[in-house]
């Protein structure tokens, strides 16, 4: 189940090394230099760590098709944050200390490509005196399903319900590809 998740903190690092192994030896020759591998469509904002979103607000970001490295561009809107009690979230895996929160998103692909957007094992929570968690739960909040496909121009309006260690804090989501965070969204403190 942990697959994806491993898969993206390797290729991650595989970019990060190829990032400082370009980074590190300068004999002057910028020839020699090869740039990192990131889908066709990033930029370099996509790289860098996003800036939090708060209910209304939106951003777009990089997403990759699951089936190849072409890249498009999609532009999420936080529609909603709220906790939730456990049984709300239904999660087969709940612990008495688990915090949940129910985000309402709406997601479009704006790009020239079709792309996909996977919300399983692609979320970490943070917070500024904890560091990155795994926040992906093994729900399926009732409604469109976000975790699919979108050709250009399609969306889909959904929910995502993630678990946090505590209340406060943001949850990033990671694409698939590996290449760094796509958005974050600010969790309300207590």
Not at 63 to 76: G, I, M, N, Y
Not at 86 to 91: L, S, T, V
Not at 110 to 117: A, C, E, I, S, T
Not at 118 to 126: A, H, I, M, N
């Amino acid at each position: 189940m942990h697959a994806s998740r491993y898969a993206v903190r390797a290729a991650s690092v595989a970019l990060l090394g190829a990032v400082l192994a370009g980074c590190s030896s300068d004999d002057g020759d910028d020839s020699k230099k090869s740039a990192p591998d990131a889908p066709a469509d990033a930029t370099d904002t996509d790289l860098a760590a996003p800036k939090a979103l708060t209910v209304g607000q939106s951003t777009d970001f990089a997403a990759s098709d699951d089936t190849s490295e072409v890249a498009t561009r999609f532009k999420v809107t936080v529609r909603e944050v709220k906790y939730i009690s456990a049984d709300e979230a239904d999660d087969s895996a709940k612990q008495d200390s688990d915090v949940y929160v129910r985000l309402r998103l709406t997601l479009k692909n704006v790009g020239k490509q079709p792309g996909k957007f996977d919300d399983f094992s692609t979320w970490k929570w943070e917070s500024d005196k904890t560091a990155e968690q795994d926040a992906t739960t093994y729900t399926t909040p009732p409604g469109p399903d976000l975790a699919t496909t979108y050709k250009p121009g399609q969306s889909v309006t959904g929910y995502v319900i993630l678990n946090a260690m505590e209340r406060g804090g943001e949850v990033t989501y990671y694409d698939a590809a590996g290449y760094g965070p796509s958005f974050a969204v600010k969790l309300p403190t207590p």
